[in-house]
């Protein structure tokens, strides 16, 4: 079947070491997004790739970056983790086709933790 | 987009129809209807979305008001694999811009009992 994937499911780091999180779909859809999701909060946007255009939130830490090497893969890079970056990270993808009303499938998420 | 505001959490019992509502009074035009849940330590599924006439499809039908101000999801068999926060999100559908934000509330938390 179609669809995003994410990996891993969990992820632990070190306060302050780098890590990268991956996310691939078998859509072929054009627009591939990066939410955050804390405890018990809604998912939030931190920025997304319509095509290789990178559309970034205004209120997005800067140590917050993204990479889409090609159609099918995007990554999440955290290039400093603090405490307050633990939470879910979902990859989602939409496909534009001028109607704009198309809905964006979402993957499992990655869970992050920061020791 | 449009607000939406939606009961806290709801309670159905296994096997009779779920019927999630959502007010939705400022929706202009233009602005679609998507319903999405999320399944505990799981990404959020799309269910199903509408514009102003009634959807249904293999999970679920949308009824939409014929003002439109408020929609009612309906899950016609629930089970308890349909435990989850349910989130009505009002956004614009053809807005020309090729991608868009989905702003989520803090949904209806389903409880689906034995």
């Not at chain 2, 016609?76 to 435990?83: E, G, K, Q, S």
Request: net charge neutral.
């Amino acid at each position: 079947d179609a669809m995003v994937i994410q990996n891993p499911r969990y992820q632990v780091t070190q306060f302050g070491k780098p890590v990268t999180l991956s996310c691939s779909q078998t859509l072929n859809h054009n627009v591939m997004y990066w939410y955050q999701q804390k405890s018990s909060q809604a998912p939030k946007l931190l920025f997304h790739y319509y095509d290789k255009d990178f559309n970034n939130e205004a209120d997005t830490p800067d140590n917050f970056q993204s990479r889409r090497p090609n159609t099918s893969f995007c990554f999440l890079d955290i290039r400093s983790p603090g405490l307050g970056d633990a939470a879910m990270y979902l990859c989602a993808t939409s496909k534009f086709t001028g109607g704009g009303n198309q809905p964006q499938h979402f993957g499992d998420g990655t869970r992050l933790s920061i020791l | 987009d449009a607000k939406t505001t939606q009961p806290t959490s709801m309670d159905c019992a296994e096997g009779r129809a779920a019927n999630l509502p959502c007010n939705h009074s400022t929706i202009s035009g233009n602005e679609y209807v998507y319903w999405y849940r999320q399944i505990h330590s799981q990404g959020p599924q799309y269910i199903i979305h509408g514009l102003k006439n009634n959807e249904t499809n293999e999970m679920a039908s949308l009824i939409i008001t014929e003002d439109r101000k408020s929609s009612t999801l309906i899950l016609p068999h629930a089970t308890l694999r349909d435990t989850a926060v349910y989130y009505c999100i009002v956004r614009v559908g053809n807005s020309g811009a090729g991608s868009y934000q989905l702003t989520f509330g803090k949904g209806t938390k389903l409880s689906v009992i034995p």
